[in-house]
């Protein structure tokens, strides 16, 4: 059984920064390729960054150069350092790995930018 934690989410203006933290509870947590996804109100959930366990990382368009994913091995962890935040970035932000085939999600961490 795998879980994940999210934290850090919040209530920022425009041009603010979050980070978000995911804590897994699985082993070998390096080999595993992290995802963090959003989902706003009314709209289907959409895959933000992912970050492979040799540290290659992938972004939705929208938020290149501005969020950044970073894994820390030794802490079970993967990050989402948000800058620049837009109102468009507001939503569920939820954690994801898939482990032997099986995907598994966070409980999600709110993110609402007013502005």
């Known amino acids: 059984q795998v879980q994940l934690v999210e934290s850090g989410g919040g209530s920022v203006q425009a041009g603010g920064s979050l980070r978000l933290s995911c804590v897994a509870s699985?082993?070998?947590?390096?080999?595993?390729?992290m995802t963090w996804y959003r989902q706003a109100p009314g709209k289907q959930r959409e895959l933000v960054a992912s970050?492979?366990?040799?540290?290659?990382?992938n972004y939705v368009d929208s938020v290149k150069g501005r969020f950044t994913i970073s894994r820390e091995n030794a802490k079970n962890t993967v990050y989402l350092q948000m800058n620049s935040l837009k109102p468009e970035d507001t939503g569920t932000y939820y954690c994801?790995?898939?482990?032997?085939?099986?995907?598994?999600w966070g409980q999600g961490t709110q993110v609402t930018v007013s502005s």
């Open positions: 994801n790995t898939r482990v032997d085939d099986y995907g598994y």
């Open positions: 699985v082993t070998s947590f390096s080999i595993y390729t």
């Open positions: 970050i492979t366990g040799g540290g290659a990382t």
